[in-house]
């Protein structure tokens, strides 16, 4: 675990940390990449990102939608008040998080739309077009992406890298879209891919609850895995302008996150009874050699 701390709290350190990994083991991988300096902050956000989340994923099961919504309004003005420096006293996220604005200067828009899609997931607005999926996906991806800047790149680069780190962001939410459809429907009754979508293949949201793979569905997730690999591919210019250090640690996470699309593949596209994951010895071979197309050309082949 990183010792580094802004206020050298150590055991909140080992909590944010550890925490960190139990939500990410990925992301939280690629972390021991990125400068030394940062890992610490870089963890401390992403916990107010999976703050944000699990209000949406697992407390509206708990609570109700309603409650939940008034949970995400509390997120709002805690947040508030902690980028204005008064962080609430009950909890040691808030506090970090102040203190890891008042180091970096964090974007407050970004934090805010990841808000926002919380509040989309809740309102149970509907994916129906190809733009809906990129408009969500950039809330609730794209939105991370855009506030982990100030750890991965000097302050005069961060609008001209902006766009490919949405990019990145873009890609891995609908990367999670595509590992979790089973699980999605079975759990909250929201389906992802685009209503446009599911009726061009004819798959319709009842085979999902029913957890039927249609012949047709192999096709239906390819399009949405393509879609994933265009923003994979927009985004690896600006991982390649990144500072070194910092590059390698996104570029880790850009091949691990997107391999989990080869791993749906190796599955037989049954991600609606199986959860796709990648093993920690191919994450690590991903490091030293980027083989996703050749693995990719490979299913496609053997399908």
Known sequence: MPTLSLDGYADEDQWIWESFRYHSRTFSLAAYLLPRSVQMSVATLYLFCRRVD??????????????????????????????NGHPPDESVLWR????????????????????????????????????????????????VGAMMLPFLAPDDRHEALEPAARRLGIAMQITNIVRDVGEDIEELDRVYLPQEWLDAHTVSPEALRNAHVAPEYPALLERAMEAAERYYQQSFDGISALPLRSRYGIRAAARMYREILNEVRANEYDNLQRRAYVPLRRKLWLLV????????NRLSAAA
Not at 118 to 135: H, K, M, N, V, Y
């Open 54 to 83: 699990s209000i949406a994923d697992q407390r509206v099961l708990e609570v109700g939608r309603q409650n939940a919504l008034d949970e995400v309004h509390a997120v709002r003005t805690r947040l508030d008040a902690t980028l």
């Open 289 to 296: 050699y980027d083989g996703y197309q050749r693995r990719k």
């Open 96 to 143: 970090r998080l102040a203190e890891v604005h008042a180091h970096a200067s964090l974007p407050p828009g970004p934090l805010y739309e990841l808000i926002e899609g919380a509040t989309w997931d809740l309102e149970a607005r509907p994916i129906t077009t190809a733009q809906d999926l990129i408009d969500y996906s950039n809330l609730v991806g794209g939105s």
